[in-house]
């Protein structure tokens, strides 16, 4: 089933990307070039529109409707509504935090939340009361790096679709075929829509589609987690979107560590970084898609492997960031 969802996806996310692209345009959905950002011609936004119904639409042909799956539906359409309006009005930062809130408390009203994750040294750590919060952390977090790393012709999509393809791996082979169906639809819907989003992109797919993937992927490693009952349906999606993860984490410091607002916008981006080297927009893409693949392969092996080579994979994912990072001056002032 999850070979069908894929194909209704991208079949349905390519088809109806144009209209989308003419829709933005009617309602003046746009971009429009600044200073910090790369293209230099109004744009239009709300592709993730395109990703959503294929998404949608695959997991309805595909799947069964439980109270599960109308949970993490919901609370998509709900991200969705959010990443529209700010396609067209450019919500202030605190109400586009609001919404993400929400629609992660959407998810802890339907029970899908984290309760609890694996003790390395046998049984479990019962989160309790600090569940929900680390749901909606969760979630938000997700949404966030997603959102942040849009910053280049098909960047986001290109890192979501390879952290998407990793974990539709790792559950058919763990078994887990909801996981992997959902995913599939996601992942469809990211590579029929993406023809339109690689350099040079007739179309963003805008804060609506980098909170619903970001939504998504975190929606599905939590249902992954509580239908396993296994943390590691939480980890493969973490390690996969690492990318985008120690980004955000990079700009966290390196504007505390400049006296900035952690929360303000800058140039300081890895993928500014690259442009700033000399590379062009496409090849900063291809080697970030590189390094994704190769997080992937590391979130693959740990699914595999036993707790002491998982930690040595974690340990040579770190040292390798951490080096590459001080290579390109990701910490500094841009």
Request: positive net charge.
């Amino acid at each position: 089933m999850y070979i069908l969802a894929f194909v209704i996806a991208l079949l349905a996310s390519f088809l109806l990307t144009p209209y989308i692209k003419k829709l933005a345009f009617a309602i003046g959905a746009v971009d429009k070039p600044d200073k910090r950002k790369v293209h230099t011609h109004i744009m239009p936004r709300l592709g993730g529109l395109a990703i959503f119904l294929g998404c949608v639409l695959a997991v309805v042909c595909s799947l069964p409707i439980t109270r599960d799956l109308m949970g993490i539906l919901l609370g998509g359409a709900w991200i969705v509504i959010v990443g529209i309006l700010d396609d067209k009005y450019s919500l202030p930062a605190k109400v586009k935090l609001l919404g993400q809130i929400l629609a992660a408390c959407i998810l802890v009203a339907f029970d899908i939340k984290i309760e609890w994750l694996n003790n390395p040294l046998g049984g479990y750590f019962y989160l309790e009361y600090l569940s929900i919060p680390f749901t909606i952390f969760w979630v938000i977090s997700f949404i966030n790096v997603v959102n942040l790393i849009d910053g280049l012709d098909g960047l986001a999509a290109g890192v979501s679709g390879i952290a998407s393809i990793t974990i539709i791996l790792v559950a058919v082979h763990q078994g887990y075929y909801p996981v992997a169906t959902m995913t599939a639809a996601l992942a469809g819907g990211i590579f029929g829509f993406i023809h339109y989003n690689f350099n040079p992109a007739t179309i963003f797919m805008g804060d609506t589609g980098s909170m619903f993937i970001g939504y998504m992927l975190a929606s599905i490693a939590i249902f992954g987690a509580v239908k396993s009952a296994a943390t590691i349906a939480l980890i493969v999606p973490a390690v996969a979107l690492g990318l985008p993860i120690m980004d955000t984490a990079f700009a966290i410091l390196r504007r505390y560590s400049n006296g900035k607002p952690i929360f303000q916008p800058d140039k300081g981006h890895l993928h500014h970084r690259l442009l700033a080297l000399g590379l062009s927009q496409k090849q900063a893409v291809l080697l970030m898609y590189a390094i994704s693949i190769i997080l992937s392969l590391g979130a693959f092996v740990l699914a595999m492997a036993n707790i002491y080579i998982a930690c040595a994979v974690i340990v040579l994912i770190v040292i390798a960031v951490a080096v590459g990072a001080k290579k390109i001056g990701i910490l500094r002032n841009p």
